[in-house]
């Protein structure tokens, strides 16, 4: 299976910081990462696919940067509804494993 | 607008088979080239894939369920499921099931159903 470790595993932050998740997969996996957001009671929501594809619908501040085994979540102005859990999930090869999370709390 | 609905017992007995359903709503299961999948998450922990299945029936399950899961799909009902036997008290978990989009060589969980709690207890 491809390990994916995502750092950090929390952090606290004010609205309008700047935020940045990281996510590093154990082998190269190109660019088959995806990023989701997942509050408190509700499913995960995809933010981005293919590390760098917006979804439909999703802010612009949400941004990704990545290929190979390190890839970033970006958070340009954390707005209150941006607090939440984000994970990342590799789709390079099955089982699709995923990071363990990033709790993003209010400071 | 796709939209998927889990349903099964929300209480399982420790050795017994797990069986839940998901619905499909808003597109047929036959439509398009996707992958219909489950992913649960133990309360307060992260998420773990369990297995999908494709459109044209083929199957990828989770090489540490992969003894005891299968998942199929009933195109007459416009639904899919998942069966997980012998349950014990480290299968309690919310279980999602998904639809997966094609993504260039990928495919990605787009569509959510809102998650059923399931707990194995005697």
């Known amino acids: 299976d491809i390990q994916v470790t995502q750092s950090p595993s929390s952090l606290s932050a004010s609205v309008g910081d700047r935020v940045t998740i990281t996510c590093r997969a154990s082998q190269s996996i190109r660019n088959y990462l995806h990023w989701y957001q997942q509050k408190p009671g509700k499913a995960p929501n995809l933010l981005i696919y293919?590390?760098?594809t917006l979804q439909s619908g999703v802010p612009s501040r949400f941004s990704g940067r990545g290929s190979g085994t390190d890839f970033t979540l970006t958070i340009s102005s954390l707005q209150p509804e941006d607090f939440a859990t984000y994970y990342c999930q590799q789709g390079y090869s099955t089982p699709k494993t995923f990071g363990q999370g990033t709790r993003v709390e209010i400071k | 607008q796709v939209q998927l609905q889990e349903s099964g017992p929300g209480l399982v007995k420790p050795s017994q088979t797990l069986s839940l359903t998901c619905t499909v709503s808003?597109?047929?299961?036959?439509?398009?080239?996707?992958?219909w999948s489950w992913i649960r998450q133990p309360a307060g922990k992260g998420l773990e894939w369990i297995g999908r299945s494709h459109t044209s029936g083929s199957t990828n399950y989770n090489p540490s369920l992969k003894s005891r899961v299968s998942i199929s799909i009933d195109r007459s009902k416009n639904q899919f499921s998942l069966k997980l036997t012998s349950m014990t008290a480290a299968d309690t978990a919310v279980y999602y099931c998904t639809r997966e989009i094609p993504s260039g060589g990928d495919s990605v969980g787009a569509h959510w159903g809102q998650g059923t709690l399931v707990t194995v207890s005697s």
């Open positions: 293919g590390a760098s």
């Open positions: 808003g597109d047929s299961i036959n439509s398009g080239s996707y992958y």
